[in-house]
């Protein structure tokens, strides 16, 4: 089975989570996230820039697991402006966003026995039975050679695998048992493993890991909105705005999601008002 982290302005939001603000001493959080669902990078890191290299993970096959990361469609383009179609998310202000760069660092992925344990409080599962660690950096902007859980227009790239229950004795997963599903988002680390980042996108990481950031988001707006914009001004002068905006935003939001919710399940039932199922099975094949 392949299973991935989605990770896209802020996260999802139907994991158990907790996060830190968006501005000074980050504090560590907890979140429960829906599962999406590898690696373009060189197994090398780039010369001098103090991280870690990283080798592509091998597929394990039956009965293990393929751990893809992906920013799902738009984290790959933007917000097009006017949307291709009425379900496409869109500024309905007339603002055409694209992004250039989506840089973040993943870390603890764990698979947890019990996650219906208790339908109430989503973030409590018995112990974890397999972790990989990183922590690993990557632009989700640059996709991978993987399609994501999205469908043919996402991309994923892989950044771990278990073939067992790594910490529970080694055991194999049972194909009749859901799984807990949760990773890390944390700060800019030069221990990181560098999936795909560049030259030019290992200089922004290195501010990053000073300023203490977990996300970069770069890119382009651009104003095709036409005429439409009003104020209650009516001596306002739109016309002073620029139409082309060259943006950057680092976030500090250290997140751990816990205990995903998985569209794969459907349509078993899920626990009270949650959306879907929580946690995946491991298929035998």
Known sequence: MRTACVLLLGLLAACSSSAGSSAGTPDTTTDTGQISGNDTASSD?????????FTAPADPGGGGVLFTISGEVLALGGYTFPPATADDPAFVDGWDVQFTRFLVTVDHVTLSA?????????????AVVAQVDGPWAVDLHKGGPLQGKGGSDEQAVALAAVKGQNKNGDKAFDATQRYAFGFQQVPATPTA????????????YSQMQKDGVTMYVEGVATWKGGAACKSTDATYDFTTWPKTVHFAFGFKIPTTYRNCQNPDNDPAKPLGNEEHERGIFIKAN
């Open 193 to 204: 493993r560098n999936v795909n980042l560049d030259a030019d996108d290992l200089k922004i």
């Open 114 to 126: 019990n996650p219906d344990k208790v339908p109430t409080d989503q973030s409590q599962t018995d």
């Open 45 to 53: 890191t780039v010369t001098g820039t103090g991280l870690q290299p």
